[in-house]
């Protein structure tokens, strides 16, 4: 697929990749929503690619949400059907296997919001906004922000944020402007270096933990640590640290 609405390029192990509607702010039409599936697949399936840097185009916004236009047009079936592609799209980029770093380069509104939520990490610049806005609307959040806020932030800030529609300023790790890339890159090369099999299992821990009992997550989490015992990787790291040397990891 040839993008129209994103970025993608891959740079030694990483994909780099920017919603490109700057004068719509990286407002997600359902065309950027299409384009992001096929990226979350490519992430996903495509052996060069480790990881992937999520952001937007221009200074101003990473993404103001999804395309007002398109949700003025639609009526209940489809903006139900439209909901569950964006859902869907999203938890393709969260279940894809790699780390996916939200590089937050402003306006994080709506969908995207909820877009940054389902990246595993998120580094914010020093204008990054975030909001639920939808309210304001009218509508309320369909792309999963009910249900990934409250998990990320807490139960009361969560409802705060969702039923006043008001924006916040950065708050996980926030860094200039001008830096966000390269901050987010040198994050990325970092987790790039520990055990491949670890990342991936912690991943999923941390994401099918969230929908479980504590017992049953404590459950997961020791099913993988015995998994993960089984793997060259643990020997390798292991060994390493004990004769004081740098780790080379393999992915098995
Ligand atoms: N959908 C469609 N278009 C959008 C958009 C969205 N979510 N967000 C911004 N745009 C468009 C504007 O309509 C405008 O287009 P135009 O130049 O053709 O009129 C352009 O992007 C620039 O936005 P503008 O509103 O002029 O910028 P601003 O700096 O004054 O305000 C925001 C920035 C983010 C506060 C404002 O654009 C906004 O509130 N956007 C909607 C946010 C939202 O509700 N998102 C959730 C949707 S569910």
Same mark, same amino acid.
């Given at each position: 697929?040839?993008?129209?609405?994103?970025?993608?390029?891959i740079?030694?192990?990483? *994909?780099?990749?920017?919603?490109? &509607?700057?004068?719509?702010? #990286? +407002?997600?039409?359902? !065309?950027?929503?299409?384009? @992001? /599936?096929?990226?979350?697949?490519?992430?996903?399936?495509?052996?060069?690619?480790?990881?992937?840097?999520?952001?937007?185009s221009?200074?101003?916004?990473?993404?103001?949400?999804?395309?007002?236009?398109?949700?003025?047009?639609?009526?209940?079936f489809?903006?139900?059907?439209?909901?569950?592609?964006?859902?869907?799209?999203?938890?393709?980029?969260?279940?894809?296997?790699?780390?996916?770093?939200?590089?937050i380069?402003?306006?994080?509104?709506?969908g995207?919001?909820?877009? *940054?939520?389902?990246?595993?990490? &998120?580094?914010?610049?020093? #204008? +990054?906004?975030?909001? !639920?806005?939808?309210?304001? @609307? /009218?509508?309320?959040?369909?792309?999963?922000?009910?249900?990934?806020?409250?998990?990320?932030?807490?139960?009361?800030?969560?409802?705060?944020?969702?039923l006043?529609?008001?924006?916040?300023?950065?708050?996980?790790?926030?860094?200039?402007?001008?830096?966000?890339?390269?901050?987010?890159?040198?994050?990325?090369?970092?987790i790039?270096?520990m055990?491949?099999?670890?990342?991936?299992?912690?991943?999923?821990?941390?994401?099918?933990?969230?929908?479980?009992?504590?017992?049953?997550?404590?459950?997961?989490?020791?099913?993988?640590?015995?998994?993960? +015992?089984?793997?060259?990787?643990?020997k390798?790291?292991?060994?390493?640290?004990?004769?004081k040397?740098?780790?080379?990891?393999?992915?098995?």
């Amino acid at each position: 697929m040839s993008y129209q609405t994103l970025l993608f390029e891959i740079r030694d192990g990483i *994909a780099f990749v920017t919603v490109n &509607r700057p004068d719509k702010l #990286n +407002a997600l039409n359902d !065309q950027v929503m299409s384009e @992001l /599936g096929d990226a979350a697949e490519r992430i996903a399936t495509e052996a060069g690619i480790k990881g992937a840097i999520l952001t937007g185009s221009g200074p101003k916004s990473f993404v103001a949400g999804a395309d007002i236009g398109d949700l003025s047009r639609q009526g209940p079936f489809d903006g139900k059907a439209r909901a569950q592609r964006g859902q869907a799209v999203l938890r393709q980029l969260e279940t894809c296997g790699k780390p996916v770093i939200a590089a937050i380069n402003g306006f994080a509104l709506g969908g995207g919001c909820e877009l *940054a939520m389902a990246c595993h990490i &998120r580094i914010a610049s020093e #204008n +990054a906004k975030f909001g !639920q806005p939808e309210v304001k @609307l /009218g509508i309320a959040p369909g792309y999963g922000g009910t249900q990934r806020l409250p998990r990320l932030v807490g139960k009361g800030i969560a409802l705060q944020l969702i039923l006043t529609g008001e924006m916040i300023d950065a708050q996980d790790k926030v860094v200039p402007a001008a830096d966000l890339l390269a901050e987010s890159e040198k994050m990325m090369r970092g987790i790039l270096a520990m055990g491949p099999l670890a990342v991936r299992l912690a991943m999923e821990a941390v994401d099918q933990g969230t929908e479980m009992t504590l017992d049953e997550g404590l459950l997961l989490e020791a099913n993988h640590f015995g998994l993960l +015992a089984a793997t060259d990787d643990m020997k390798e790291g292991t060994a390493a640290f004990l004769e004081k040397r740098a780790a080379r990891f393999q992915g098995r």
